[in-house]
């Protein structure tokens, strides 16, 4: 690939992920090529920007230069025609994204590294109508990708090695922490722990033990504030005391079944759905958008500064 101060990176769509990654690579220093249909995207960019460049990485560049390096391409195939990575962020829809990469292997140079932002499908199933997909990736982002790390690496079994070891130097590149599956599995990791998550918290809000505000309140006064620091399995290890995992699992591991078995299992029906989105506007209801993004970049760039200092001394 070409030099970062010369390396384009076209990004496919300017919606909330999108936008976040346009954030980060700009100010990482790349050239940013936007292909989006909209003929406001310009003002739909600006404004995202305006939104998230105070909450970039430490180091990021000054967002007064980035209007140099981003440019508008609504035709796909002249913004891909010399692009060294293809980021698409188009709904996730396979009939979609099967077209959009069958046109996008035409047009892109071969060289190109292809990454996809999607949190369901599969490369080779996204890939299934180019002639070759071995250079596409799915670099799954945690929202909001110009703050949170983790960026989630799938293959296919089409997809190359080489690569692999690409999407994982690039999103590097960017400050992002890149984990590679060994397999692919639906809706990958960190969404299924997403998932499992809220489910108990619907049922929970469901059932009336707490309010939707008691158990936002709950998850960032205790699992949240652990699981910043350690994750689920060192969380457990250190709660082994000197014994470890293995004390722990010896002394409750027996019981997690049972404590499982007894896990909700809520319908999301009319009368939940209604109850949790009135619940949402009563507790939140009283900010804008705007105002909740930015309180949310600010504290979580906080803990992140935090780690890298804490990190920094160890």
Not at 237 to 249: A, E
């Amino acid at each position: 690939m070409s030099d970062r101060e010369e390396r384009v990176v076209t990004v496919v769509g300017a919606g909330t992920i999108g936008l976040g990654w346009i954030a980060l690579f700009l100010g990482h220093g790349l050239n940013v090529r936007v292909n989006s249909r909209r003929e406001d995207a310009p003002r739909i960019v600006a404004e995202g920007l305006e939104l998230f460049a105070p909450y970039l990485p430490e180091g990021s560049a000054d967002p007064a230069g980035f209007a140099e390096r981003l440019t508008f391409e609504p035709d796909l195939e002249l913004a891909v025609a010399d692009a060294d990575v293809i980021v698409e962020n188009a709904p996730e829809n396979l009939e979609l994204k099967q077209e959009l990469y069958e046109r996008i292997g035409k047009a892109a140079p071969s060289s190109a590294l292809l990454l996809s932002s999607t949190s369901t499908l599969n490369p080779d199933d996204m890939g299934a109508r180019m002639a070759d997909s071995s250079r596409l990736v799915v670099g799954h982002p945690f929202n909001p990708p110009h703050v949170v790390p983790l960026v989630e690496v799938v293959a296919g079994e089409r997809t190359s090695e080489q690569a692999v070891a690409e999407a994982v130097t690039f999103f590097e590149s960017v400050g992002r922490v890149p984990v590679v599956l060994h397999k692919p599995i639906l809706a990958f990791a960190a969404n299924r722990l997403q998932s499992a998550l809220l489910r108990e918290s619907v049922h929970l809000v469901r059932e009336g033990v707490v309010t939707l505000e008691e158990l936002d309140r709950v998850v960032t006064h205790s699992i949240g504030l652990r699981w910043a620091t350690v994750g689920p399995f060192l969380a457990f290890h250190l709660g082994g005391g000197q014994g470890g995992l293995r004390k722990w699992l010896g002394t409750l591991g027996s019981g997690l079944e049972r404590g499982w078995e007894q896990l909700g299992r809520p319908p999301m029906d009319d009368e939940t759905i209604r109850s949790l989105i009135e619940q949402a506007e009563a507790a939140y209801g009283s900010k804008t958008y705007e105002e909740h993004v930015k309180d949310r970049d600010a504290k979580q760039t906080a803990i992140l500064r935090s780690l890298a200092e804490v990190n920094g001394r160890a």
